[in-house]
């Protein structure tokens, strides 16, 4: 494994060194950094053209000032990194250009990758397993509308639908019965569609959800909660609850009572704990705290899975691992809720409840609250996560599909069934690890795409991130700048290269030992 993770690594970074280069010299030789200089007519201009002309090498030919340039990225194995300076940011130096943008962008890329990847693959190995039915033609209908729409206008329309329409709803918070009655349908016929079966099944999956969806928007807007949201216990039992069905329908099922079991009294465990785990939230007021209590429900988890999980404990163990992993997103989003009125009296007017612009508002940045920023971040990360995700997960839901169909007629998948073995666990234990397979070589090609996504999303929801480091660079022709931002993606593009490598190994036996 690890003589085919270094093979991939060492064919990366040559391709990186090759393009590398071609950027540099194509955008070197595009314009004249200097061109606003060289038409001002302050007297000073000339002394500040020779000046630049000597720090940034102009007098060399563009290859030359690659590999000057390709020198001082080297130096970074020393820590002496140079990665010279920017003219666009007036002679500020790319790497302090850099650290002051990588944050926002990597928040925004993450967050759309890892949902991209989980929400896509969810949904194309539940059409596959409908082949045929009208969920998976509908599914299919709009991965393609997804798959074909450009980002910049679904983040336009992001903004003004998700944003502006939606915090003028906010303003005065009433649904239409109209509204409750149309969502409650397309919940019921989306569950019936997941679900299949007989019809008895299906009408009974629309009733349940459809009605349960109805009932809970008649009681917040009854309740006014868009005001005031908030979680409180009862919110964090029933999601706690929730969660907790989900992850066993989908790991070992209802039928086995040992992992019901252990997911039972890890919900407990959540709900006992949330009120001391409030007092920790309030005194340690920390990112790290929400590692921490993850750490600790997981850990429980797997400790109340093994202990009860009998012949199966290691199955059970993930499964009470994951619940109580999981289990602490509702604990999180509690404390957000808490803030929400001073967060709504400390953002500007103008602004609204979802943001528009920036990846933060500054009168909340400077306060010292985690859980204020936390919900000040979210409101903001929002709809440019939501842009950049839809169209990788169109892809994804694509790719899952077409493999899951593909592994379902293999000849061991077949034995599986002729054994006696459920279809639960043909699907996940045997079809669903080689079915991502190709999915976990696609990774690090998606990644490209999505951080080309980001420089127009940032453009259009204001972000001062590396997508405005970019469209700054080849505005001025600033080589340094541009091949900053090129340097950041293409470290992150290995970066996800080799775990991609490392996820396909895994989950391929055949990498292992060969």
Known sequence: MLTFVARRLVATILVLLVASFV???????????????????DPSAQDQIKYLSGVLNLDQPPVLRYFSWLG????????????????????????????GALGSTLQLVLAATIL????????????????????????????????????????????????????????DPVMPWWSIVLVALIMGFIASAVVGGELRTRVIAFLSVGGGIAALLILLDVTRWFESPSIGYVGIALMSVATAAVVLFTSTGFHNRRA????????????????????????????????LVIAIMAGLGIVVGLLVGGDGKAVIARTA?????????????????????????????????????????PAIRRVDDTWLNMLDSFTHMLLPTIALMIIS??????????????????????????????????????AFRNAMIPIATIIALD????????????????????????????????????????????????????????????LDPRIRVS
């Not at 997103?329 to 007017?349: G, K, N, S």
């Open 23 to 41: 950027v540099y010299v194509l955008t070197a030789n595009s314009g004249d950094p200097l061109q606003e200089l060289r038409g001002s007519r």
């Open 72 to 99: 001082g990225v080297g130096a970074c194995f020393i820590g002496q990194c140079d990665l010279g300076i920017s003219v666009a940011r007036g002679e500020q130096p790319v790497i302090e250009a850099i650290s």
């Open 116 to 171: 991209a990847i989980v929400i896509g693959v969810a949904i194309g190995m539940t059409t596959a397993l409908r082949q045929y039915s009208g969920y998976d033609y509908v599914v299919t209908f709009l991965t393609f509308v997804f798959y074909s729409l450009p980002i910049f206008w679904v983040a336009v329309l992001l903004k003004e639908f998700g944003a502006i329409r939606f915090n003028e709803f906010l303003g």
């Open 260 to 291: 019901l079991l252990a997911v039972g009294i890890v919900v407990v465990l959540t709900i006992a704990l949330s009120w001391p785990f409030q007092f920790l939230f309030y005194y340690l007021n920390s990112a790290w705290t929400v590692l």
């Open 321 to 361: 691992g994951l619940v109580g992993g999981l289990g602490v997103i509702p604990l999180v989003l509690d404390q957000m809720f808490i803030r929400w009125d001073e967060y709504v009296a400390r953002i500007p007017l103008s602004n609204g409840v979802i943001a528009t612009i920036g990846a933060s508002t």
């Open 393 to 430: 997960l169109a892809a994804y839901t694509r790719y899952a599909r077409a493999s899951l169909l593909d592994v379902m007629n293999q000849d061991y998948v077949r034995t599986a069934r002729a054994k006696g073995l459920g279809e639960r666990t043909v699907v996940m234990r045997h």
């Open 447 to 506: 990644f490209g795409a999505v951080i080309g996504g980001a420089v127009i999303t940032e453009r259009v929801f204001a972000w001062q991130a590396m997508g405005s480091l970019f469209n700054e660079g080849l505005n001025r022709t600033d080589v340094n700048l541009v091949m900053g931002f090129f340097l950041v993606t293409g470290i992150l593009a290995v970066i996800f290269n080799v775990v991609a490598d490392l996820l396909y190994s895994a």
